[in-house]
């Protein structure tokens, strides 16, 4: 037995070598069968997906207008210090870069950049082109301050040298209604009529909360029916709760407007009834916006919240109230804290996918009930501001990443003990 | 002695059409044992879970200190609890689980702490008290299911299958402790279980059910002696059932007729005529064997069993198979093997006449 046993482990040793590769090749065929499995949707989200977000978020920092516009100016800038005025040389580039930027069609960029750090420069861009000097004029410096006296105050080139960098922070701190300041090259507040930003998102987080909330409210109670109810009618009322899903969320806030009108269903309803006498103003307000969206993402506070109690045994609440709690007492210090991951699941996602609403706010809100997503397509669509776009779009995916390392946070000690 | 339980004409349904528990009359006394034992369906666990409060007696009602219950909400009756898979708190320490009971009747933290720690002590879990119940063995878990019940000191504590979930070693460990602790504090303890031979070890009395009814209650002793019914015979231990044609009852014994015209007297317990069907039922170690011929029953050995301690052989008696009979090794002889005739004999006081059951 044990001489066999040793025959047996010298011939494994003898064989090992071949042994391995006979493994590497057969996990090699499996790695490569799996691999070619998985290729055609992982190309089409880094096609589709990540590379286009990526480019886009990228934008958010990016800065290529001045650069590409007057290129030969920003070198002369490179080892201007901004003690004093540039030199002759630098003035001569950026009479040169100029006349090429019209040429060339980047006027308009470059003007709409500049004037992000100072406004004035757009005009100050226009009327130095029309009055161009000619090649031969002498001093070009003299010329330009002719021109106009701007192009003689620190302040303006300061401000095109920031500008030049091919990164630049300007977009991500507007965002935050903050700008660094062209003379000091500090970070200072924003103009308070410029200041938006913070008060949209804020705003948008306020919303957010609320619909979350009323999510919990009213899920909650249809959640632990459902869990509580025999699988046959459980799985009917499931449908109803997975209704909503079934239809396009476009037809869902139309209908909602419909509802909530003056004239709607609800206000009408409410009149016939005597408890109002005028129409109350619910939809293009902020009661809108709220009723629309936590109709529209109940389902996913619901479906985790039913997940998670559903497999709580109804034993615990028993095992309570015998040992003397009363039924809401047993209720609230023994089966509500077994739903917290359930819980947190639901209103993280709620929460989540409420702050990046766009449709529901858009249809049912007022002017003043615009969430982030609004600006972003706003910036994409009509100003084709995509630095301020995808600044406030990095901002809204770093909040979302933060709230999800919360969320690992609270639920990681839980999944540790059971 | 006074009775602290008693169930007066409980019925209980659940559809309206089939009862679950039929007509349930059982008095338990203060400091008692009771095992409530029978198959699944019996009616056991709801009539278990009617005293604790969590399902209402369709008709009936049930004392507690002669005081009717069904007024008296679930966590007011003050009944300690062990359910069958613990239902410890997953999210509460050992020692919160314990502290819950207290908490909840507003127990001041220096008394609420003393008696955690007492309780603690009592099932061995000191060094357990800041973990999780899923950090625990099946076992630990279990030890601290119970002394969660007995934390508050209740007079009256229910138990549900408790020991359900443990291996068999562990399960003859902790019925021993049960049965201690029942001793220790003279607590009145109600038992529920499938197992039959935890019924025998721990209880005082075993009311053994069978379709909502009480089919006998007794002593283990009395129960594994002498059952009344065939039902109970069968269900406890193992047994033998020759069935025979009642003839007429003698002095002391019911006579029957086997089919091959053999006559058998056994304890008469069945009520029936001359003519009708008895089960005569005989456990297989009181039945003693003799070489073929030694007595007027005679039996084939269909099968032969060596167990080590003891033999098992099974038999054929009067046409009717099965029959087994169990005896030491030390009284073997080797001339009995499969196919060979033997002689069977028994004192009838040993085989009870009971109904005859379709089973």
């Known amino acids: 037995m044990s001489q066999s046993a040793v025959n047996q482990s010298g011939q494994t040793q003898e064989q090992t070598p071949t042994l391995r590769a006979k493994l590497r090749k057969s996990e090699r065929s499996y790695k490569f069968k799996s691999l070619l499995l998985i290729a055609p ?32 100016t920003v070198e002369a800038l490179a080892l201007w210090k901004g003690k004093s005025l540039p030199n002759e040389h630098t003035f001569e580039a950026l009479v040169i870069d100029l006349a090429n930027a019209k040429e060339n069609g980047q006027i308009g960029a470059l003007a709409k950049r500049l004037s992000y750090e100072i406004p004035a420069y757009r005009t100050l861009i226009s009327k130095t082109l029309r009055n161009l000097p000619a090649s031969d004029v002498a001093s070009k410096r003299d010329a330009l301050i002719a021109i106009d006296s701007s192009w003689g105050e620190l302040n303006y080139w300061k401000a095109l040298k920031q500008a030049s960098a091919p990164l630049t922070p300007y977009f991500l701190l507007a965002a935050l209604d903050h700008r660094i300041d062209s003379a000091t090259g500090n970070i200072v507040k924003a103009d308070p009529n410029q200041s938006i930003y913070v008060d949209i998102f804020a705003r948008t987080f306020a919303i957010g909360a609320v619909v979350t909330l009323l999510c919990l409210v009213l899920g909650f109670p249809v959640a632990y029916w459902l869990a509580t109810l025999p699988e046959g009618k459980s799985n009917l009322l499931m449908i109803c709760v997975l209704l909503p899903f079934w239809t396009s969320l476009i037809v ?153 390392g919360v969320y690992g946070k609270l639920t990681h000690p839980n999944q540790s003990r059971s | 002695m006074k009775h602290l339980v008693s169930f007066k004409n409980i019925q209980k349904t659940y559809d309206g059409i089939r009862p679950v528990v039929k007509d349930l009359n059982l008095d338990i006394k203060e400091g008692e044992f009771v095992t409530l034992l029978g198959p699944s369906g019996s009616g056991k666990t709801t009539s278990l879970m009617m005293l604790a409060g969590f399902e209402t007696p369709t008709h009936g009602e049930i004392y507690l200190n002669d ?66 119940p899923a950090q625990l063995s099946g076992g630990q878990q279990q030890r601290v299911a119970l002394a969660r019940a007995l934390v508050f000191d209740p007079k009256l504590v229910l138990m549900d299958e408790p020991l359900g979930a443990l291996d068999k070693q562990l399960r003859e460990h902790m019925q021993l402790e049960i049965k201690h602790l029942h001793q220790q504090l003279g607590l009145t303890v109600v038992y529920v279980t499938h197992d039959q031979s935890e019924a025998l070890t721990m209880s005082d009395r075993v009311a053994v059910f069978n379709d909502g009814v009480i089919q006998q209650i ?133 085989i009870r006449a009971l109904d005859v059951t379709k089973h």
């Open chain 1, 41 to 72: 949707l992982f190309l089409f989200v880094l096609v589709c997906f990540a590379f286009p977000i990526g480019t886009l978020l990228s934008r958010s920092v990016d800065n290529p207008d001045v650069n590409t516009a007057l290129p030969a």
């Open chain 2, 218 to 350: 007794d002593t283990p002793t009395a129960i594994y002696e002498a059952p009344n019914k065939s039902f109970v015979a069968q269900f406890i231990g193992e047994n033998n059932t020759l069935l025979g044609t009642f003839m007429y009852c003698d002095e002391h014994y019911a006579v029957a007729r086997l089919d091959d015209g053999s006559l058998i007297r056994a304890v008469p317990v069945a009520e029936c005529q001359p003519g009708d069907q008895v089960a005569l039922c005989i456990r297989p170690e009181r039945v003693v064997v003799g070489p073929a011929g030694s007595t007027p029953l005679t039996a084939r050995i269909q099968e032969y069993i060596y167990l080590g301690d003891h033999v098992r052989m099974i038999t054929e008696i009067a046409g009717q198979p099965n029959f087994m009979v169990k005896l030491p090794a030390s009284h073997m002889n080797n001339s009995w093997t499969v196919g060979s005739s033997i002689s069977l004999s028994w004192s009838p006081e040993h």
């Open chain 2, 67 to 132: 005081k009717p219950l069904h007024n008296l909400a679930p966590h007011k009756r003050n009944i300690g609890m062990v359910f069958q898979n613990y239902a410890l708190f997953p999210h509460m320490t050992i020692e919160q689980n314990l502290a819950f009971p207290l908490s909840v009747r507003k127990m001041n933290s220096v008394d609420k702490k003393q008696k955690v720690s007492r309780a603690l002590d009592m099932v061995k879990l000191t060094d357990f008290a800041k973990r999780y």
């Open chain 1, 252 to 404: 869902r806030t139309a209908a909602w407007v419909v509802l909530l009108q003056s004239d709607g269903l609800i206000n009408r309803s409410l009149m016939f009834l005597g408890l109002i006498d005028a129409p109350v103003q619910l939809v293009f307000n902020r009661t809108g916006v709220i009723i629309a969206m936590t109709h529209v993402l109940l389902p996913f506070m619901i479906l985790p919240l039913y997940s998670v109690m559903k497999n709580i045994p109804g034993n615990y609440v028993r095992a309570a109230i015998s040992l003397g709690a009363h039924p809401f007492v047993a209720f609230w210090r023994v089966y509500v804290p077994q739903t917290f991951a359930g819980l947190a699941a639901g209103a993280l996602l709620t929460f989540i996918l409420a702050i990046g609403y766009y449709v529901t706010p858009a249809l049912v809100g007022g002017a003043a009930d615009q969430m982030v997503s609004y600006f972003v397509a706003f910036y994409t669509n009509k100003t084709v501001n995509w630095g301020m776009a995808s600044a406030l779009g990095s901002l809204l995916l770093i909040a979302t990443l933060l709230l999800y």
